[in-house]
């Protein structure tokens, strides 16, 4: 699913002010009952809100994210757009650590004419893109395999991690919240990303603007701890001010459309 910029304010809304029932929702955005319950329906499939009678809720907690396939289809266009940019600014015969996520999958598509990288990962979806290149050498962390999305996580791949200093740190997150904080659902995965940033060079945050405000259970790191932060659309405040602050680089790939009708 791709949002439109209508399904991100609405998003935005309830993540801003909790709760919402349908009529309120149709008075804020100006559109008709039916408009507001297809756009509810449709980001209710998709995992990111809850429906009750009359109203729209976030997902019960901040503890689980969305399921992996349907990770894989939210904000595909976008996460294509920043794979491109994120690319674009890899050189060839540089070093990465590439960790879990779709975005950073993504990327991983994107790189396949690139020369000379050395690629190390726990993601097995990003080690099977990334060998199919053969002037690419691709190392696998060890570790616990995910069932749910191939993540490898666990202590031994911390440690696998710690043996490495890379040119750069590629990594995704599942939140973005207002203090600067950049969070994520697994305690053992963002251990694992904690020790690719401690290892890496530079850090570079590929996120989609439906990361910003997004609220998840585990601090990783926080934004001065970036380099460079790709995303698809000029993040809502108070990021702005937080992002200049934490003197991070911004690449934003394209401006979102004006609200839908």
Request: charged content about 25%; overall charge negative; some cysteine.
């Amino acid at each position: 699913m791709n949002l439109n910029p209508r399904h991100t304010q609405l998003l935005d809304e309830v993540r801003a002010h909790g709760p919402q029932t349908i009529e309120a929702l149709a008075e804020r955005f100006g559109v008709t009952l039916q408009t507001v319950r297809r756009d509810v329906q449709r980001l209710a499939e998709a995992g990111l809100l809850a429906r009750f009678h009359g109203g729209v809720r976030l997902p019960g907690s901040t503890t689980e994210n969305i399921a992996y396939r349907q990770r894989q289809a939210l904000q595909a266009e976008a996460k294509q757009r920043i794979a491109r940019a994120v690319a674009a600014r890899v050189p060839n015969g540089c070093s990465l650590i590439m960790n879990i996520g779709t975005t950073i999958e993504a990327v991983a598509r994107e790189l396949q004419r690139h020369r000379g990288l050395r690629v190390i990962t726990n993601n097995l979806h990003i080690a099977s893109l990334m060998s199919t290149n053969p002037d690419c050498e691709v190392i696998v962390a060890g570790g616990q395999v995910r069932a749910a999305d191939q993540g490898i996580v666990g202590e031994a791949t911390v440690d696998f991690m710690h043996q490495f200093k890379v040119d750069i740190g590629l990594i995704g997150i599942s939140g973005i919240e207002a203090d600067g904080t950049l969070r994520d659902f697994d305690y053992r995965e963002v251990k694992v990303a904690r020790a690719i940033v401690a290892q890496s060079r530079q850090v570079w945050l590929a996120a989609d603007h439906s990361k910003f405000n997004r609220p998840a259970m585990v601090e990783l790191a926080r934004l001065d701890e970036l380099d460079v932060l790709f995303t698809d659309a000029p993040p809502p405040d108070p990021f702005n001010a937080l992002i200049e602050q934490s003197h991070v680089e911004c690449v934003v790939t394209a401006e979102r459309e004006a609200l839908a009708s």
